[in-house]
């Protein structure tokens, strides 16, 4: 059973949010998991002058992925920044690079799932959410958001991210806060409920 973790992060919040989903799937037994990051669409010198090229090089390590890789795989969990309610530039140019694996349903009856950040607490972190599985449903695929089982979204001693319909982090406005333990614990039941989703539906003929 392969999961693929496939993200985008400019300053490093949604890396560590895509490692504790991929830490998360591999708790499931029978897990083979890969993460990869989605290729880079700015120039070294607009990163530079956006303060991110630290942040790039410490993820430098992660693998580039391909769309091929996408219809390797059996479950899906996409990880992004969060661009006015929408995913980010890099993510949505790799995805409609896609339409190949759309024209022979490569993806129908996987699962697909989704971790955003946001800059501020209400920046748009449903929309994003709701706004992605747009694009896994014209695949064919399986949505699986954070269901409430996951205790954390259901405390109101802290702020934290976190909705039924993914895991998210709240970065601050200059990128100051890092994911907190409840974000990074969302995360990573996320990716053990999507890799056993993908076992449940492990050879069904869906598509």
Not at 145 to 158: A, D
Not at 169 to 191: F, V
Request: glycine fraction near 14%.
């Amino acid at each position: 059973m392969k999961i693929l973790v496939v993200y985008y992060s400019m300053y490093g919040h949604v890396y560590q949010m895509a490692q504790a989903a991929a830490e998360g799937a591999k708790s499931v037994k029978g897990s083979e998991v890969t993460l990869k990051r989605v290729p880079e669409t700015l120039p070294a010198e607009v990163l530079g002058k956006m303060g991110a090229l630290e942040a790039q090089k410490a993820q430098a390590q992660v693998e580039v992925c391909k769309v091929e890789d996408l219809a390797a795989a059996d479950a899906i969990i996409f990880g992004t920044p969060t661009r006015f309610g929408n995913m980010c530039g890099q993510m949505r140019q790799f995805l409609d690079a896609s339409g190949g694996l759309w024209l022979k349903g490569r993806l129908v009856g996987k699962v697909g799932s989704v971790i955003v950040s946001t800059a501020t607490q209400h920046g748009g972190q449903e929309a994003t959410l709701l706004s992605f599985h747009t694009t896994l449903l014209h695949h064919g695929m399986v949505v699986a958001g954070l269901p409430y089982s996951f205790q954390g979204q259901m405390g109101i001693s802290e702020i934290t991210g976190g909705s039924p319909y993914g895991a998210t982090t709240i970065a601050g406005g200059q990128g100051e806060r890092q994911p907190s333990s409840n974000e990074l614990d969302a995360a990573k039941y996320q990716g053990m409920y999507v890799a056993k989703l993908a076992e449940r539906l492990a050879g069904l003929k869906l598509g």
